[in-house]
């Protein structure tokens, strides 16, 4: 079969589409016919190197690790799932594949397309498990999300926002709109944050989510009162400080991609695909995951 590989470290030229066996699958996982796959920050790290030490991959590697399609294997200890079964999940071992195995999915909701669907498991398990880790987002409070128009950011503001918190959500000017329609009140990140979010909600700030690991913390911190308030998932060295930090080693938010699929089934969650790429176009999609400043989901399709 046709995948993304790469046989070394590097840029993102080392992506090619190449020929490799097709996986089968183990206990608890199923094979699908991959219909999209998503992109990641974290494939670009681990593609480049910047990862080895935490998480190694064994060459080849295959690119990805969330995808949706249509089961064509069913391995052992699998119950409620059947070959020509619509799901979306995480992929073990590459998701940029025409076959990949998924340990962890749900069926797709109808009205989602498959783009759509291949862009929701790592932002909405990651988000799930960050509101965890905070003690829950709950009536009442607001958040903070620090980097509210990128993959987790703006899954982060809707799941929120389905929990009746009041969301406040950091972005560049341009997506403000964007991070409107997600439900959060938009402001720009930056030098003058905690006025500017002050402003905003004068009464105070319980909970911050640091998508973006970008230095915004010690203000988070500020705005909150309290490190222990705060998550990052991207700004390791924050953890000093005090604050949650939590990262894909950390157990998975398996209840994540079920209330995914309720919620969008009820339409207050909505998956914003930036760009659509095909495998041939991996490397483009890599370069631009890279360059920071994606707005919602970027997606890889076969071709
Ligand atoms: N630890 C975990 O479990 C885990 C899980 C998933 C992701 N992550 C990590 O979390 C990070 C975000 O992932 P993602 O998929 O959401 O990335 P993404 O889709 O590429 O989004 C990046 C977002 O960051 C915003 N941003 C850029 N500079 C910023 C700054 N200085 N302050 C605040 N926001 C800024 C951008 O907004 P503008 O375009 O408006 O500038 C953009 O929307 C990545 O580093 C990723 O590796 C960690």
């Given amino acids: 079969m046709k995948a993304v590989t790469f046989t070394e470290y590097g ?3 080392v992506l090619h589409v190449t020929d490799v066996e097709e996986p089968h699958p183990g206990p608890g996982q199923v ?15 681990a593609r480049s190197g910047l990862m080895r030490d935490v998480m190694p991959v064994s060459f080849p590697a295959i690119d990805g690790r969330e995808a949706a399609g249509v089961v064509d294997e069913v391995g052992p200890d699998v119950a409620g799932v059947a070959v020509g079964d619509e799901v979306f999940g995480f992929a073990v071992g590459g998701a940029a594949a025409e076959r990949a195995i998924l340990d962890d999915l749900v069926h797709k909701p109808a009205g989602l397309s498959w783009e759509e669907a291949a862009g929701l498991p790592v932002a909405v398990e990651t988000s799930v498990r960050v509101f965890t880790v905070l003690g829950g987002v709950k009536e009442g409070q607001t958040l903070v999300v620090n980097g509210a128009a990128g993959g987790v950011g703006a899954a982060a503001v809707q799941l929120a926002r389905a929990r009746d918190a009041r969301v406040i959500g950091t972005a560049s000017e341009r997506n403000h709109e964007f991070v ?5 009140e938009p402001t720009t990140y930056g030098p003058g944050l905690v006025e500017r979010v002050r402003a905003l909600a004068p009464e105070g700030v319980d909970l911050a ?6 230095g915004g913390v010690p203000d988070l911190i500020t705005l909150t009162g309290d490190p222990a308030r705060v998550a990052t998932i991207a700004d390791f060295a924050a953890a000093a400080l005090g604050v949650k930090v939590t990262g894909g080693g950390d157990a998975r938010a398996t209840e994540a991609l079920g209330e995914a699929a309720a919620l969008i089934e009820a339409g207050r969650l909505r998956v914003a695909v930036a760009q659509t790429f095909t495998f041939a176009q991996a490397a483009d999609a890599h370069r631009l995951s890279q360059d920071g400043h994606v707005r919602g989901k970027l997606v890889l399709v076969p071709g």
């Fill in 209 to 214: 989510f640091d998508t973006a690991g970008q």
């Fill in 11 to 13: 840029g993102p030229d």
């Fill in 31 to 45: 094979r699908i016919v991959v219909r999209a796959a998503g992109v990641n920050p974290v494939d670009w790290k």
């Fill in 180 to 184: 409107r329609t997600l439900g959060a």
